[in-house]
């Protein structure tokens, strides 16, 4: 593991020591279940192997701890579907932050799979939060001297 994807998910697990937020490895009994936020304590699975999927489900849960009360397990309210999803956008804007695509394009990154590696995050998670920025940015962003698009597929280009 890079010392850079390291320092990128220590950084994440310091600011939730900062913010009073315990993380524990647990055992869950779902396979299905990767992290669990309550009373200001993340649970994360033992069965996550790589910091990068251990640094997206930290950021979703601390988006909990952020934008979430009460029990919010049951997704068949609707209620409790928007708590999850507004902690999800908490964690996409937190870990894939505009100006962090526009860093993976000058560094040579040219697919979904190179710009996970470059952020140090899933694959599945990226795709998600381009998912979001694609309906949060219809017709595109404009950063410096780059304009991302999102629609129909990610595209950066530089602007002169």
């Known amino acids: 593991m890079g010392n850079e994807q390291l320092n990128t998910y220590e950084q994440l697990e310091n600011e939730a020591c900062e913010d ?3 993380i524990i490895e647990y055992e869950f009994e779902s396979s299905a279940l990767k992290g669990l936020y309550i009373d200001n304590t993340i649970g994360l699975s033992k069965q996550l192997k790589t ?3 251990k640094k997206c489900i930290i950021a979703e ?3 909990h701890h952020y934008t979430s009360s009460g ?7 609707i209620s409790n579907r928007k708590q999850e999803h507004r902690a999800r956008v908490w964690a996409y804007r937190k870990l894939i932050e505009l100006p962090k695509l526009v860093k993976a394009f000058e560094h040579g990154c040219r697919n979904r799979y190179e710009i996970a590696q470059f952020l ?6 990226l795709e998600d939060s381009l998912n979001y920025f694609k309906t949060r ?10 304009y991302i698009q999102f629609y129909p597929n990610l595209q950066i280009a530089q602007r002169f």
């Open 51 to 53: 910091y990068a999927e």
């Open 120 to 125: 140090n995050v899933t694959e599945d998670f």
């Open 137 to 146: 940015y219809p017709n595109g962003y404009r950063i410096e001297n780059y």
């Open 61 to 63: 849960e601390m988006g």
């Open 71 to 77: 029990n919010i397990i049951d997704q068949k309210e």
């Open 20 to 22: 009073g937020i315990d």
